[in-house]
């Protein structure tokens, strides 16, 4: 099999790589420029697809003895995911850039162009197990929970993961880095890559202000009260504490958190923690792996990448996704994506729409 390692100059995605060499695939690494300007990406101990990293990645190659290339994918990065990233915090959502990049780069443009090219399968460092069941392909969660990535592929359809490997599914991270050392990579001791790649410093606020500029607006109370200002709603997410800047203190001085945004009047409504409970979940952009699933059925639905798995039952409605929690949680957001599972097995996912408290909170 001709095998295309997406190689990120990480460990995972070496390791990956050597893995697919050792099972005898023909196998080439490609690293992806993602930017015209790779400073602009993080770099160092927190980095991702920056020129160290691609360095990184040909170093990895080198030492498997497998052809290398760099493909520049920087303005299909720019249209679908980092635009995509603005304008869903312009709409008052909060996005997970990863996941869009694995939809619309790594599973689709990486992988069209793969097999335009010849190629039989990509293959990545992600931690999740795929897995054939007669004439299906099947996506499970990884051996290893802290590390089981199954959430951001959760856009990918039958037909993706048909042409996809992710040979380290099966194996604790720790075991990951010790064979990375025993083959000689010298990522083998590379941290991991943290937060948001295409923000160098980290700093989310002030790169959405550089795309979005500033817009000041209120702050609002349940009741409607003003109760501070700030200088745009991107600034914000549901569910947020800290950098609330409140200049009315609440009556009965506990903290208070971001309940709602509306970016249409430029207000920000905040309120106490258990405001935030929702024992509904809405959704749309269905991503089913094996078609849509059976009606009023009983799943798990993860709303974070690295988030519990919490009990529901699901209701489909043609494209639209209802989600009935058995115990309510907190912090859910438009804009994020619900990742439903059948226990271990990875079914599909929606895009939060909205939500809903069906029981008085408490």
Not at 33 to 54: I, M, T, Y
Not at 95 to 119: D, H, M, Q
């Amino acid at each position: 099999m001709k095998v295309l390692a997406a190689m990120s100059g990480g460990v995972d995605s070496a390791v990956a790589a050597a893995r697919m060499v050792d099972a005898g695939h023909d196998v080439t690494g490609v690293h992806l420029a993602l930017s015209k300007n790779p400073q602009s990406f993080r770099s160092g101990a927190r980095g991702c697809c920056s020129k160290e990293d691609s360095h990184d990645a040909r170093r990895a190659a080198d030492v498997l003895g497998i052809p290398f290339y760099v493909w520049d994918l920087s303005d299909r990065f720019l249209d679908d995911v980092v635009d995509d990233f603005v304008a869903e915090y312009a709409a008052g959502r909060t996005p997970n850039p990863c996941l869009r990049c694995n939809e619309k780069i790594k599973f689709s443009a990486v992988l069209e162009r793969g097999l335009s090219l010849g190629f039989d399968a990509v293959a990545t460092g992600h931690y999740a197990i795929r897995e054939v069941v007669g004439d299906r392909v099947q996506l499970r969660r990884a051996v290893d929970p802290s590390k089981d990535q199954s959430y951001v592929l959760g856009v990918l359809t039958q037909d993706q993961l048909r042409h996809a490997q992710f040979p380290l599914g099966d194996t604790p991270k720790e075991q990951v880095r010790a064979e990375a050392a025993t083959r000689g990579l010298a990522v083998a001791s590379k941290p991991d890559s943290h937060d948001i790649c295409f923000i160098a410093d980290g700093d989310t606020g002030a790169f959405l202000d550089s795309r979005l500029g500033t817009a000041p607006g209120d702050i609002v109370d349940e009741t409607g009260t003003k109760v501070g200002s700030h200088d745009g709603t991107h600034r914000f997410t549901i569910g947020q504490r800290r950098g609330l800047n409140l200049g009315v203190p609440a009556e009965d001085g506990r903290p208070r958190y971001v309940l709602d945004i509306t970016p249409v009047d430029n207000t920000v409504r905040v309120g106490p923690a258990e405001s935030l409970r929702v024992t509904t979940i809405v959704g749309d952009r269905p991503r089913w792996v094996d078609g849509p699933p059976a009606d009023g059925i009983d799943a798990l639905v993860q709303i974070r990448a690295h988030g519990d798995a919490h009990p529901c039952r699901i209701r489909l409605s043609g494209d639209e996704l209802t989600i009935d929690l058995v115990e309510a949680v907190e912090g859910v957001a438009p804009g994020q994506a619900a990742v439903v599972y059948s226990r271990d097995r990875l079914i599909g996912s929606v895009t939060i729409t909205g939500t809903h408290a069906t029981v008085p909170a408490t």
